[in-house]
């Protein structure tokens, strides 16, 4: 466990969201405990903010919600993926990887 | 950790939205059941793991009203997709319930495209001409035209335009009305002289009349108050824009050139904007100042001469002053100095006008009674026309009404069909008030479509001589249109909506089509009864017009119109002095007489319908003669007048060389004038003074003995009685006007045009460097005096003719859809005995008991408008038998037509196949 968790970067957490739907439709929590697991906690993810990235992406219809009901038998929101929020997904995560390789070139030791 | 993963159902929420804040909390809830599981799992405590969870979400508050915001967003933002989806959807099964029924949707929309296109048209033409003031005249309220109202026994009340110069001055200086008064005066004149002078229409206006009007030179300037003087030997002129482009091909260097425009030579300073034509609305192209300009057009004494009547007034009221006080004040003026001249108009008053014509003196109703002189004729028959064409509108729309009626009355199964499956009534209204809405629109375009070639027909026929750029679609039309649209859509998509509203759905979803569904709806005989009215007053409207234009025709003018020409050519500068005038006169006259293609000539100094001259006259032993509103005339003419005009002397004798200068002073009156000066008696031999000058006494001219009395003419108006005329020898006129024309008779069997060419050729050939010489035949005059009948007769006419075609297919569509759904009752009385001629004999009386009462409400409502249209006509009672009878008849006619066909089609049933049929 790291002792403390790194900032998101603006913008970063839309990305991860939308790529995390791509393995399926999940709720709110789904996908918080999907990054977390991934990233293996290096990232502070605000449950919060997280939410109020997937209300604006379901603004922007790049998801779409639905209610329904889980294993557990308990309502929860679903969240999908569309059409345009995969193909917003290529976008950013070609503009991530182009970010990041300028920037860690710079960064590279000499 | 278990990846929650697999939605085992996904369940549809019906419709109803449940509230945001709702699904907020819920899903923020279902969050923190679930970290709160999560750390419990991990091993925390309750109380350990709510505030773990709490600290890891962040400010719930917070987050909280952060979504609810961008959820409204959201949720604003759908609703409205959801509605304008629903609008989509409502739209596209519009136009498939529309295409579905495709003939009756073509013609409603040919109706209406007929109906609000004629509208449109109309209006675009009276927004024009009655409800703006002219182009590029400002609107400035304290801005008015002058009028003068007179009156007179025999006239009544009569609004004129002009005034003479003495009262432009006295309104301008001693009436304190007004900031500023301008005058403006247009004539024709020659544009250059010689084989290249060009007849131009001139205006004279005083320098103020421009800053007056509000309006700005397109190039250059107008005149300054300087150059408008009398004495000014390098006077300004002002070329109007479409002038300088067809004279000058908008030439940028026409600053500074000089013209000559009859005897005077001007300098061009400035070109008016495209449109403009001063204060009224007829082609101008070119003015230059009134006063520098004046003399030469009129006399030397124009400044003090009460005699013309010739300058328009416009002026500014002062704005601390009503209306009504600013007209007492000129009235007030006006008399004074009317009455100091001894004028016959010290008892007329001044009225101040809006530069509107519709809002003019006595508004509206003044236009279209004719009584006020604020619109032209032509703008009066336009008014008119927009009321026929607004009936013609209100025809079409019910036309329409009863087609979508009958529409309805066979879609009452689908429509209570609809109601039972639970649609809203409000749904179901907005649904057939979108599809008469679609109809009207598309009606609407096309109709838009239609403005400008009607406008440019209706401009070559009835506007004439006006300037009206055509059928532009400007903001106003358009707005106009879009305005019928709507109302004719509603109104029109409000009957089937009544018929909706009172029906039984469950006995509507019982009864088979054809029973019950066509009860004698009140409504449809309403709107088919309405129709057969209004297409009858119509056609009341044109038999009238009609009758008169046949009685105008029929008149004899005192003149052979189509035979006679006037020949004029501006001497001013040419010949010098009154000797070498009349010499060039005397010659002109002599070598026109002499051409093979001419039957005779003479001289005169007024022409008919064009030009008129008075002089009030005394009467010996008469205290005073009746004000007449024009008039008296007089005209100065020589010995051949009467023969070349074709006027009969009915009693006495014409003139001869004899009666010259030096001889008695003699006189031939027409009969008006004779029952003028000596009602009762024989005018014959009897005399009278002319007043030459108001200032001698009245009998220091010579008593002028009547030697002749010629036949009723109508050489000044149209008006029923004939104008009183006096006509005097050339060599005794008693002013030496220095105004002539040439009154040419074409010879018998030589069409007047060639004898046109020949006066012409051969006046131009007088030499001297004549201006431009202008033949025009008698019938001109004549036929712009009568084209306001023509044009009603033509447009009333052809509106009637529509309106009843158009009531006529609606009566049909009526009694075809009614007799196909008594189709059954028509084959069990056919299998009772009844003959084919029967049924047919009832369906014709089913179209008569449509007809009839459309034809009495129609008589009713023509009998209404007749005080109304009693100036319009000419020698015709607007009570006409013969014309009523005459329409009665054809409205009968038509709709017995329109039945035939479903008469014929009821008796040739077969009964045993109606009897089968449900």
């Known amino acids: 466990m790291p002792d403390q968790p790194l900032e998101l970067l603006q913008g970063t957490l839309d990305v991860l969201i939308l790529k995390t739907l791509t393995w399926g439709p999940t709720h709110g929590y789904g996908v918080a405990h999907s990054i977390r697991q991934k990233t293996a906690d290096e990232l502070r993810i605000d449950d919060g903010a997280l939410y109020t990235s997937l209300h604006r992406l379901e603004q922007r219809k790049w998801v779409r919600s639905e209610w329904g009901v889980t294993d557990q038998n308990r309502r929860a929101k679903f969240y999908s993926l569309t059409k345009q929020g995969r193909a917003a997904l290529v976008a950013r995560t070609e503009q991530w990887t182009r970010y990041a390789t300028a920037v860690s070139r710079v960064l590279q030791p000499a | ?918």
Request: some cysteine; charged content about 20%.
């Open chain 2, 1 to 918: 950790m278990e990846h929650p993963r697999g939605i085992r159902r996904l369940l549809r929420f019906p419709a109803g939205r449940r509230p945001i804040e709702r699904e907020i909390d819920d899903e923020i809830a279902f969050h923190f059941d679930a970290t709160v599981a999560e750390f419990l799992a991990q091993g925390l405590t309750p109380e350990e793991a709510r505030r773990e969870a709490a600290r890891r979400f962040g400010d719930v508050t917070q987050v909280r009203r952060d979504l609810h915001q961008i959820d409204s967003v959201s949720d604003a933002q759908e609703r409205r997709a959801d509605r304008i989806g629903a609008l989509v959807h409502d739209v596209r099964s519009a136009v498939r319930a529309l295409a579905k029924d495709r003939r009756v949707s073509l013609f409603v929309i040919f109706t209406l495209m007929l109906g609000m296109g004629a509208n449109a048209t109309m209006f675009g033409i009276v927004d024009r001409l009655l409800l703006r003031p002219p182009p590029h005249v400002s609107r400035d309220p304290l801005l008015a035209s002058i009028f003068v109202r007179r009156e007179s026994r025999d006239f009544g009340v009569f609004f004129g335009r002009s005034t003479s110069y003495p009262g432009y001055v006295a309104l301008r200086d001693q009436s304190g009305a007004f900031s500023d008064v301008a005058a403006y005066w247009s004539t024709v004149a020659s544009l250059g002289r010689g084989p290249n002078a060009v007849k131009v229409n001139a205006g004279l206006a005083t320098a103020n009349f421009f800053p007056m009007l509000g309006v700005r030179a397109q190039l250059g300037r107008f005149f300054s108050s300087d150059e408008d003087r009398r004495d000014n030997s390098k006077p300004p002129a002002v070329l109007s824009h479409g002038f300088w482009a067809r004279q000058f091909g908008s030439d940028a260097q026409i600053l500074g050139r000089e013209i000559q425009v009859n005897q005077g030579v001007y300098t061009i300073v400035g070109v008016a904007p495209p449109g403009f034509n001063g204060a009224a609305l007829y082609p101008m192209d070119v003015w230059i100042p009134m006063n520098a300009a004046a003399a030469e057009y009129t006399n030397a004494t124009f400044e003090t001469y009460h005699d013309m009547r010739w300058l328009e007034v416009v002026a500014k009221r002062r704005d601390d002053l009503s209306p009504e006080a600013a007209a007492a004040r000129a009235t007030a003026t006006y008399q004074r100095v009317m009455r100091d001249a001894r004028k016959s108009d010290s008892a007329s008053s001044i009225m101040l006008a809006s530069m509107v014509p519709a809002r003019g003196v006595e508004g509206l109703s003044g236009v279209l009674t004719g009584k006020s002189g604020s619109g032209s004729l032509s703008a009066r028959v336009s008014a008119w026309l927009s009321i026929v064409a607004a009936i013609v509108l209100a025809i079409a729309c019910a036309n329409v009404a009863n087609l979508l009626l009958l529409r309805a009355a066979r879609r009452r199964r689908e429509i209570a069909l609809r109601l039972a499956l639970g649609i809203s009534r409000a749904r179901l209204a907005a649904q057939l008030l979108m599809e008469s809405t679609i109809l009207a629109a598309l009606g609407g375009a096309a109709a838009l479509a239609l403005v400008p070639p009607a406008t440019g027909l209706l401009r070559a026929t009835l506007l004439g001589r006006l300037d009206i750029a055509a059928g532009r679609l400007d903001a106003r039309l358009v707005l106009f249109t879009l305005a019928c649209v709507l109302v004719v859509g509603i109104a029109a998509g409000l009957a089937p909506l009544v018929l909706s509203r009172r029906m039984d759905v469950s006995d509507a979803l019982k009864a088979g089509v054809r029973e019950g569904s066509v009860r004698r709806s009140r409504l449809r005989t309403t709107l088919l009864v309405m129709q057969g009215a209004l297409s009858m007053l119509l056609l009341v409207g044109a038999g009238l017009f009609v009758r008169s234009l046949r009685n105008v025709a029929r008149l004899d003018l005192g003149f052979d119109p189509d035979r006679v020409m006037v020949a004029q050519v501006d001497l001013s500068g040419v010949t010098k002095g009154r000797e070498a005038f009349e010499d060039f006169w005397r010659r002109a006259q002599e070598r026109v007489a002499a051409l093979p293609s001419v039957g005779a000539a003479a001289q005169s100094v007024t022409t008919p319908l064009e030009s008129g001259w008075a002089l009030d006259i005394a009467v010996p032993g008469r205290d005073s003669l009746p004000p007449l509103a024009n008039g008296p005339y007089i005209n100065a003419v020589s010995p051949d007048y009467f023969k070349t005009m074709g006027m009969r002397i009915v009693r006495g004798r014409g003139f001869t060389a004899a009666d010259d200068a030096g001889a008695a002073y003699v006189s031939v009156i027409s009969d008006s004038m004779a029952r003028y000066l000596f009602p009762g008696q024989d005018a014959l031999g009897k005399c009278y003074h002319i007043v030459v000058d108001d200032n001698k006494p009245k009998n220091s001219t010579p008593c002028v003995t009547v030697v002749g009395i010629s036949q009723k003419t109508h050489t000044h108006e149209f008006r029923e009685g004939g104008a009183p005329e006096q006509f005097v020898p050339l060599p005794q006129s008693p002013r030496l006007l220095q105004w002539r024309v040439l009154m040419v008779r074409a010879r018998e069997g030589v069409p007047p045009a060639t004898t046109a060419m020949d006066v012409r050729r051969t006046l131009q050939s007088m030499g001297g460097n004549l201006p431009f010489a202008d033949v025009r035949m008698l019938r001109d005059p004549v036929s712009v005096e009568t084209r306001p009948w023509e044009l009603g007769a033509t447009m009333f006419g052809l509106f009637g003719v529509l309106a009843l075609i158009i009531a006529a297919v609606g009566l049909y569509s009526t009694i075809a859809y009614e007799m196909a759904q008594r189709a059954h009752e028509f084959g069990v009385r056919q299998a009772l005995g009844a003959r084919r001629g029967d049924v047919g004999r009832l369906v014709l009386g089913r179209a008569l008991r449509y007809a009839l009462p459309g034809l009495i409400l129609g008589v009713g409502l023509a009998l209404l408008g007749t005080r109304a249209v009693r100036t319009l006509l000419f020698d015709v009672s607007p009570l006409d038998p013969a014309v009523y009878v005459g329409v009665a008849v054809t409205l009968l006619a038509a709709s017995l037509l329109a039945a035939i066909g479903p008469a014929r089609r009821a008796g040739r049933i077969d009964p045993i196949a109606a009897l089968r049929e449900e």
